[in-house]
């Protein structure tokens, strides 16, 4: 019985490190979107040593298997990453301006070719499909009439929103993991209950059994 239980308290303990760790990223968010321009560096700081450590990681894999046919593939692959990372770290903000402006013209593209295409197709989601291509033109243009400034709160508040939903996801998923785990230890303990005086009587029953069989 006490296998059982622990392994409950277990997973109760885990799921109740998610919510925390849910909380940490919905506050990390909430801040995010207060200071856009903070979460903007720390988000291009972050990336630049990502592809730092992605890079350096790659690099000893590619000495690793030096010999074979992807070596110097690897080696490519990993030098330029590196060199992303640096330039990333020594010049977070004019990193932020040049993904903002790529994000601009992505949601450019990306609307006109929702537009276009809902358009000439008028399949059965044609509003729903004319309406993410006018809002992803729109969110384009206020993004690109508005550079380079908006590289100040574009990626930052993209980074935030991020923190905020995985956080609020975290949160659902440990909560209702820790109520499934209470559910389910509540409903073994009711179960042991109910078959400890079955037992019992059993236990009873064949000891006088026992003494009859012994008369």
């Known amino acids: 019985m006490t296998g059982p239980a ?43 040593w990502l592809l730092l450590i992605g890079g350096l990681v790659g690099l000893l894999h590619a000495i690793q298997s030096r010999g074979t046919s992807f070596f110097w593939l690897g080696v490519v692959v990993a030098a330029l990453n590196i060199a992303a990372g640096v330039v990333v770290i020594r010049h977070p903000e004019g990193t932020a301006e040049a993904l903002t402006m790529f994000a601009a013209l992505l949601f450019l593209t990306g609307g006109v070719f929702r537009l276009v295409g809902s358009v000439v197709v008028r399949g059965p989601q044609f509003g729903w499909t004319l309406l993410q291509g006018a809002f992803g033109l729109l969110l384009g243009l206020l993004v690109l009439f508005d550079w380079p400034h908006s590289s100040l709160y574009v990626l930052g508040t993209f980074f935030s929103l991020a923190l905020l939903f995985d956080g609020l996801g975290l949160i659902a998923f440990g909560v209702g ?36 069989s012994n008369n």
């Open 177 to 212: 993991g820790r109520r499934i785990v209470g559910m389910v230890s509540d409903q073994m303990a009711a179960e042991r209950k109910l078959g400890e005086p079955d037992g019992a009587a059993g236990d009873k029953a064949s000891e006088a059994h026992q003494k009859r």
């Open 6 to 48: 622990a392994e409950s308290k277990k997973l109760s303990r885990s799921f109740g490190r998610l919510t925390l760790l849910g909380i940490l990223l919905v506050v990390a968010g909430l801040v995010g979107l207060v200071y856009t321009g903070v979460a903007t560096l720390t988000s291009m700081l972050l990336f630049g």
